[in-house]
């Protein structure tokens, strides 16, 4: 394993990961992955073989970078300096990593990325770039995502109301797959360029695909070494590799063995230049693994604590930056105490291209491990039929239903949690803006409530974690417990009915709310234990109300 650069400190766990080893080798799993066998997950090849393409991906990207340097060319000779991206959970995560990790280089384009449905949100974005020379990238696998087309039509109408329609045309492409709904509106209207993606790879596995790798290029970010990382890890991790000698396989044994000892709570601790990769490999872990009463739970984005802050059902994987020690200390006093750690090395920044195939992979290993399917997401859609419902609800009475929600009061919260019992976990589910403000207020709320609990505490921005953790939530076993916080717009915007047409039945606040509403209703046909808290307008301090708990 010297060629993955780690340190493991595995303790109790090493007699379980030995087993799986032993156990992956006995089934020949590398060999059959490689092979697109099906039967290492399930017996039926739904959503499977359709769904293995993220194993060769970097090849086919590679050949397909000079079309978009073509691009990048246009666009700087016709002045753009800015692109927002329009999408939500795999088409949008790996390009906010690359946005966060990287930055625009000189000459390429400043990249924005939206992935919400709060009118906050959209103003901001619509605030930050100069429209004139903004480019859009309207990212969906399925082609018909509803937070993506209404974030669309919006600003698409916003361009009409400064330039001819066919000029306003010019400033969208479309990243989608092949004969999507998105495909068609993009060759009816005439977008600037469209990017068909290979139709064999989920969303969550996408990252060396177009929905990753275009957004690279658009910072100006040297894709050719993410792609050549990613290939080289893809060799170490390859079909005639021994599993004990293979990172993925060794990686998703440890996943599983730990998760199948109890020890399903995934905490990442990451060095800060790096530490957007959590909210990706956030997704691509509860997403897969959160299904048939199994679950994994990254719990990405947590102040490092003290080892009395946590459970006996944590595993810690440490990701360094070579010559970041500032984790060093804590790291070494968990393993002091006995927790399973693992620490991997990153010589620079672009070895996530190496770690992004590394854990898709290992993830892919964990499944086959929990015994289950981990390239669906059987429970996402149900809160997306119930958020239907609502919105339906909405254009019929002019109002959405009144499911009850307290105030943020400390006494609620604190009956609420007293439910908790060692190996469950907290969610906090924010529907408010995404401000400097309320991420500050959620940090603290998270910290307050682990710090009461030492259970693990998790957050997310609706609608955006839905596309993320939400499958997890419902698929587990159970454990957790959902704090569900809405907000109230200060300034609520349109969503065109059509692009190009100014009738709007529908504001973003009202999809937002909906979305909440469906994401509790399922929760709730789930058997999900859910608390809401109303916060009104001022989203900061009412959860800081419920921090002072």
Not at 479 to 487: A, N, R, T
């Amino acid at each position: 394993m010297k060629t993955l650069g780690y340190k493991a400190h595995l303790g109790k766990l090493s007699g379980a990961v030995e087993a799986t080893l032993a156990e992956l080798t006995a089934q020949r799993v590398m060999p059959r992955i490689w092979a697109r066998d099906h039967t290492v997950w399930k017996p039926e090849p739904t959503e499977i073989t359709n769904r293995l393409g993220w194993l060769t991906i970097m090849e086919p990207l590679l050949a397909a970078l000079p079309d978009i340097d073509a691009l990048v060319s246009e666009l700087y000779a016709e002045n753009y300096a800015h692109a927002l991206l329009l999408g939500m959970g795999g088409s949008s995560l790996a390009p906010d990593v690359f946005r966060r990790t990287f930055g625009a280089q000189p000459g390429y384009l400043e990249l924005g990325v939206l992935d919400s449905t709060d009118p906050g949100a959209v103003a901001a974005q619509a605030d930050a770039f100069d429209l004139h020379r903004t480019l859009f990238v309207v990212a969906t696998k399925s082609g018909g995502t509803v937070e993506t087309l209404s974030a669309f039509k919006y600003f698409y109408n916003e361009l009409l109301k400064l330039m001819p329609e066919a000029e306003a045309r010019r400033h969208f492409i479309a990243i989608t797959d092949p004969g999507s709904g998105l495909a068609q509106m993009a060759s009816d209207m005439g977008f600037r360029k469209t990017f068909l993606n290979d139709p064999n790879i989920g969303g969550r596995f996408s990252v060396m695909s177009h929905f990753g790798m275009l957004p690279a290029v658009l910072l100006g970010l040297d894709v050719s070494l993410l792609l050549t990382r990613a290939q080289a890890m893809a060799v170490r991790c390859g079909s005639n590799v021994p599993p004990a000698e293979n990172p993925g396989a060794w990686l998703g044994a440890i996943m599983g063995a730990a998760a199948l000892g109890g020890r399903d709570k995934l905490t990442f601790i990451i060095s800060p230049t790096l530490e957007s990769f959590g909210d990706w490999v956030e997704q691509l872990i509860a997403e897969s693994t959160g299904k048939d009463g199994q679950g994994i739970l990254p719990v990405v984005g947590e102040p490092v604590g003290a080892p009395f802050d946590y459970g006996a059902d944590r595993f810690f994987v440490y990701l360094r930056l070579d010559g970041d020690g500032v984790y060093d200390a804590e790291v070494a006093a968990l393993v002091a105490a006995g927790y399973p750690v693992l620490q991997l090395n990153l010589a620079d920044r672009y070895d996530l291209g190496g770690q992004f195939f590394l854990w898709e992979m290992a993830t892919a290993v964990a499944g086959h491990c929990l015994g289950i399917q981990p390239f669906d997401q059987p429970n996402v859609e149900a809160a997306k039929v119930q958020a239907r419902k609502f919105v339906k609800t909405y254009q019929e009475q002019g109002t959405l239903p009144d499911i009850p929600a307290v105030a943020p009061d400390a006494a609620a919260l604190r009956a609420f949690l007293a439910q908790g019992k060692p190996g469950d976990y907290v969610s906090i589910h924010a529907y408010v803006t995404p401000t400097l403000e309320t991420d500050a207020a959620l940090l603290k709320l998270r910290v307050a409530l682990r710090d009461a609990t030492r259970l693990a505490v998790t957050t997310g921005y609706g609608p955006r974690f839905l596309h993320s953790t939400g499958q997890l939530h419902k698929g587990d076993a159970g454990h957790g417990l959902f704090v569900q916080i809405i907000s109230d717009a200060a300034h609520d915007l349109p969503i065109p009915d059509v692009a190009g047409k100014p009738e709007a039945a529908l504001t973003f606040d009202v999809l937002k709310k909906a979305q909440a509403l469906g994401d509790y209703q399922a929760l709730t046909d789930a058997n999900r234990r859910v608390l809401r808290v109303a916060v009104g307008v001022d989203a900061a301090a009412g959860m800081a109300a419920l921090a002072a708990s």
